[in-house]
């Protein structure tokens, strides 16, 4: 796909990110990564390992997120809430968790977090990448949107502030504590992994390959196509973070089907981003600003994240193809024919 400036410039930052949280990941999962055998795990070793490192993940950024010196940290533990909430969904019926630490705690938490962190997203938009490509007519207004987006965080920043430091979040640590060094299961943590994968992952592809966002073409720019885009992506995501968690028991195509979704999802995002902060500008500039080269900017990147979606989605529209994904994913390595 071709890109802007600005969009390569994220990129390479995504990628950065990307690179540091891998080794990050790494480095704390020694045991998975000092032995990825699929044959020397039960469903409980490993639902154990991954919430473990999840949690982990999170309550590492607390002290960064509070500081508010670097959003890094916010984004970091916003997406260890994501993850955890997916290992969760994925182990569920085979831990007995506390009340605390269940998955609606989590959301509540991921839900706070997310409001700071997509300001951050949008207030770095417009500043970065944005207002450098803008008349100083234009500059003047996103230098104004931009104003009343600092003021709108800090409140929001005293939200999140809050949140850590209350009763619940406390209560939430405790469990995860308490559960990882004495962790409780259901019968269904004996089953041999092996056994259990291909139907842990059968469900996520079946509601990746069923959104109704497949059916969207590139050319339909209604609002509801844009909603199940959106949609689209965030099934992307969910599907993509399931997939890693066990990427180690399987071959490179699904290694580049993890990637593939994670490319989509970056695309899929930048057509949100720009609707999300064409709402914004709506809400925080006069009703008759002129901002068309802003427009214009913001149209142009719709156009450059989507090249090629046309192409992909008829791929994943394809059963042949969707045949081989299901064929891939009950297959795990030491199931694969010699």
């Not at 690179?19 to 704390?28: A, F």
């Not at 007995?96 to 509540?108: D, G, T």
């Not at 071959?251 to 490319?263: A, C, H, I, M, Y």
Request: charge should be positive; include cysteine; proline fraction near 4%.
């Amino acid at each position: 796909m071709t890109k802007t400036a600005g969009q390569a410039s994220q990129k390479a930052s995504t990628k950065q990110k990307d690179k540091t949280e891998k080794l990050d990941e790494q480095q704390k999962s020694k045991k998975v990564k000092s032995a990825p055998v699929l044959e020397t795990f039960t469903l409980g070793d490993y639902a154990h390992t991954v919430i473990a490192k999840q949690y982990q993940r999170l309550v590492k950024q607390e002290s960064g997120v509070l500081q508010d010196s670097d959003p890094e940290y916010l984004h970091q533990m916003r997406v260890g809430t994501r993850r955890l909430r997916t290992a969760l969904q994925v182990f569920g019926e085979a831990v007995k968790l506390p009340k605390p630490a269940r998955e609606n705690q989590v959301r509540a938490l991921t839900k706070v977090l997310g409001q700071l962190r997509d300001l951050d997203v949008q207030i770095a938009a417009l500043g970065n990448e944005y207002r450098p490509q803008l008349p100083p007519s234009e500059q003047e207004m996103i230098d104004r949107a931009s104003g009343s987006l600092h003021k709108q965080r800090v409140k929001i920043f005293a939200e999140v502030k809050s949140a850590l430091s209350q009763v619940d979040y406390q209560h939430l640590k405790a469990a995860y504590e308490k559960w990882i060094a004495a962790p409780e299961f259901s019968a269904l943590a004996q089953l041999p992994l092996e056994v259990a994968l291909p139907d842990i992952l059968s469900p996520l592809l079946s509601k990746l390959l069923l959104h109704p966002g497949w059916l969207v073409a590139a050319a339909d720019q209604s609002t509801r196509s844009g909603v199940m885009l959106h949609e689209l992506r965030k099934v992307c995501k969910q599907a993509r973070y399931q997939a890693e968690f066990f990427t180690d028991f399987y071959g490179d195509s699904f290694q580049n089907w993890v990637n593939e979704l994670r490319q989509l999802q970056e695309d899929l995002g930048i057509v949100q981003d720009t609707h999300v902060l064409s709402s914004i500008l709506a809400n925080h500039l006069p009703a008759k600003a002129n901002f068309k080269n802003l427009q214009q900017v913001m149209q142009q990147q719709q156009t450059d994240a989507l090249t090629g979606w046309d192409e992909l989605r008829s791929k994943y529209l394809d059963a042949a193809f969707r045949r081989q994904l299901y064929e891939m994913i009950l297959q795990p390595k030491s199931l694969q024919p010699q």
